[in-house]
């Protein structure tokens, strides 16, 4: 991990998009004032993205909810000029400045096809998306329709059975009717997989098609050891995905930090 530590730490403090006066404030309030690493800019060494990545079988990228001030073709250039080659979608997200039209199961499919032609240009691959669920399994097909149409997999945290959301056999039976996977993430303590125990729960006994996925930052907010909630999945054979971030400090007040200057 320490090899490519600093290009995320570059990339994850340019993407938060502090001015330097900001950003050593943020530092000083954070008592980060010993530099982890030294600093590299878009220009230089950043945009060489993460070269190594996939040669240790990772596809490292951008979740779009990142760029969300953004629009979701702005947030394909930017991942591209930061020499990463991979982005998340985010559900709701607005598609381009030409127009409101927003991303969602159902959209128009000359914007299902705007967004492909848009990734084969910029030479950035989506591979999933982030889609919010009550866990009424309403709609779910469609969703799952749609993801097969993109070639996305599914990243969400639905209501789960034990609170009146349906069941995981039912995501299940339709996930296989498409071949589409999904992974259940983890938010803060009112959601669904806030406790890792949840997950293995919902997903060991399931097939290839339902996976988990790990939020580091939220996990160490909620006072977990995230590194150990990944080895867990991984010895059930279910760590799929993540999302990486660090945090300041283990619990409720870690505050998101570049990656290397927290926990």
Known sequence: MKRFNWLLLGVFACLLGFSGKTYAQAAENLNLNKVVQPPYNCYGRLADGCPNAEKLGLKVGVQFYTLHKYTFFEGIDLTRALGLHYIEATIGARISNESDQAIYAGMPREWMERIKRKLAESGVKCQSIYYWMDGSGNGFEEVVKFCKEMGWMIVTDPRR??????????????????????????????????NPDFTVEDTESYSELIGASVDFGHYMRGGFD??????????????????????????????DVPLGAGQ
């Not at 069941?167 to 296989?176: A, T």
């Not at 010895?235 to 505050?255: A, C, N, Q, T």
């Open 226 to 255: 995230a590194c150990d909630i990944a080895r867990r999945y991984m010895d059930i054979g279910k760590m799929y995905h993540f999302h990486l971030r660090d945090v300041s400090e283990i619990g409720p007040h870690g505050l």
């Open 161 to 194: 059975a034990d609170k009146g959301g349906k069941p995981v056999s039912f995501y299940e039976e339709i996930l296989k009717k498409y071949g589409v996977r999904m992974v259940f993430t983890n938010h803060p303590k009112a959601a669904s997989y806030w």
